[in-house]
């Protein structure tokens, strides 16, 4: 039996397929790791000859401006074609999950694993790492991080956003700021008794601020297999929306504090100022959302769903953009964006580019958040690392404190105003969940303290983040268990892989067929008298058939194309007829 065949029975196809995967990443590893030795050889090389030169300066040709910009660009086009390959096997990491039915493993515990195996590879090699150390926050906070909020903003199409408004920003925006208060000041303390490193209020504040970014795939994950009520789910699923956007927020106001007075009234300052980005930021992406909504309704660009998607592209990034140049959160501004589009502006888009759209955007989310895993898994042996094994575990415990501060409190006081509670099993499962994912870490990489600091810092958010996906995201399964002995069992329901649990939406006819007691009132029955006729276009039964046959005409031409069938031949036996519900065509928009 050949080596080949021995393997894979021995590891089945699943472990064969990660192997390869390794090992394909290893060889590229070495590869640039001889690449970048060359090319520091080179510039070794270069640099020896300039210093030891004396008498008449004569211009090398290996050091002109032309051949340095030559090597710049082979060492980037390389860096460039290495990520893409990490983020290749990433995908089919991704993709052995879902389809063997991992569904207890996070996707992002596979790609911290892969980038930890590169990483491992690339020092072993003895690879440099100046390039990818130096994590520029311009990349993160105009590349990365735009796509990844914007789509957790448009993934609350159709869901009841709206109506549960009031709640999510209680959790989102105070209850964000019970658990960055707890963990920068209970940080603050314990540096000033001794237990820890001493840190400055702002260095504290603002870790605390940034820690408080909740991933919350696994909370999602029980709500979905033990059936919770599709509006627990929409509360939970849209203060996690906001709660990135807000760290982040709070995160970038706390350090503005660090260039002005110290003393009781900063800290009326830093909420005043936290206040007035967050409002006139949400004011810029709503504005922008509305624009592209009355934009897209009176002019038609559905024939074409090319300009309309580009024209729905630039109107989702023209806020970020106006709001950093007021010196606003253009983070905030993109967010809301996405809601108020998701809301108006989708149903003003032809079939085909409403499903192109939301699976572009989750695309591009998924390919951002996907290097930020990776980054995470190759710091954890390429970074120098400033371990303090004290300062993680008492931080550990300050999360679980903020955490606890802000569910159980807020869940009472939320339970008080809604007939739809909450109830103390629920309000454990958001409490344990509270996963800190890729924001948490991005967002420690772009802090500009003193170097020790910054390393100390940078290493106690990765074994954060390690600890909750890996120790609280592992102890899912066996929670759900232990909440659902008494029912049945939950079976495939249960998935913790992000990419396949947020693939649906919820749908607000979803929720009014599960609540129909409950009547439309304040800002819902504003939006349905008066906001959604005006921003929303009114399909003609017309226009919605001619949409049908397009969707139509496409399957068929996809089944042509495999059978070889003629389209036009199919399209006689497939009477229009034969559509479900084309005889009752009402005027309910797309």
Sequence with gaps: MVAHDFVEMALGKTGFVLLLAISACACLSVAYAEGTSETTALQNANTTATVVTTGPQVASPTTTPATVAQDEEERTSLNIFFLLIILMFSIFTTHILIKFKFHYVPESVAVVFLGAVVGLVMKLTGTH???LEQFDPQTFFIVLLPPIIFESGYSLHKGNFFQNLGSILLFAVIGTGISAVVVGGGMYGLGLAGLITKFTAV?????GSL????????????????????TLNMLVFGESVLNDAVSIVMTRTILNLAHGPAGAGAVF??????????VLSAAIGVFFALASALCLKHINLRGTPALEFSMLLIFAYMPYGLAEACKLSGIMAVLFCGIVMSHYTHFNLSPVCQVNVQQAFRSIAFLAETCVFAYLGMAIFSFKHNVQISLIIWIILLCFVGRALNIFPLSALTNFFRQITIDRKMQCIMWFSGLRGAIAFALALTLEFSKEKREILVTTTLWIVLFT???LGSSTLPLLKFLNSNSEPVGDKFTMIKTEEMRDAVDAEQ?????????????????IEYLIPFFRRKFTPAEMLAGRHEMQMLTDKWYSSLTGDDPEERAKLTNDTSLPGADSVDETPL
């Excluded at 929720?511 to 939006?527: A, K, T, V």
């Design 511 to 527: 929720l009014e067929e599960n609540i129909p007691s409950i009547s439309m009132r304040g800002f819902s029955q504003l939006d």
């Design 129 to 131: 790492f100046e390039d």
């Design 203 to 207: 260095e504290c504040f603002a870790f």
């Design 269 to 278: 300052q830093a909420l005043w100022k936290f206040l007035e980005m967050f």
């Design 211 to 230: 820690i408080s970014a909740v991933d919350p795939v696994a909370t999602l994950a029980i709500f979905h297999a033990l059936d919770v009520n599709p």
């Design 469 to 471: 996906i890996l120790i």
